[in-house]
Nanobody, 123 residues
Framework: QLQASGGGLVQAGGSLRLSCAAS????????IGWFRQAPGKEREGISC????????LYADSVEGRFTISNDDAKKTVYLEMNNLQPEDTAVYYC??????????????????WGQGTQVTVSS
């Protein structure tokens, strides 16, 4: 089970940190991806991290502004979001594939999904 949290309302240029806590995870290695979906738009994969080799992926739209990290002891993945802009407004979801614990930025790769957390950036 995945639990996303940390969303909220922030002004443009501000920062937020999202968390994705994985419960019931018994695997030694895992991958967690972050997606977002704005009203009327398709779900967009924005970042992913694999605990197997520490590899990360970022979409061009967030590269240089967002940083993904993980805490293996807590089975939690974080998404640090800086210099947020109104176009970042969306519901943010975390997701995990069944196997292998490797990354991708397309939704079809992932099987388990968290419930989403709203991020709203005002101008």
């Amino acid at each position: 089970q995945l639990q996303a949290s940390g969303g909220g309302l922030v002004q443009a240029g501000g920062s937020l940190r999202l968390s994705c806590a994985a419960s019931g995870v018994t695997l030694d290695y895992y991958a967690i991806g972050w997606f977002r979906q704005a009203p009327g738009k398709e779900r967009e994969g924005i970042s992913c991290i694999s605990s197997f080799d520490g590899s990360t992926l970022y979409a061009d739209s967030v590269e240089g502004r967002f940083t993904i990290s993980n805490d293996d002891a807590k089975k939690t993945v974080y998404l640090e979001m800086n210099n947020l802009q109104p176009e970042d407004t969306a519901v943010y979801y975390c997701a995990s594939p069944i196997s292998p614990p490797s990354c991708a930025l397309y939704a079809g790769w992932f099987h388990y999904w968290g419930q989403g957390t709203q991020v709203t950036v005002s101008s």
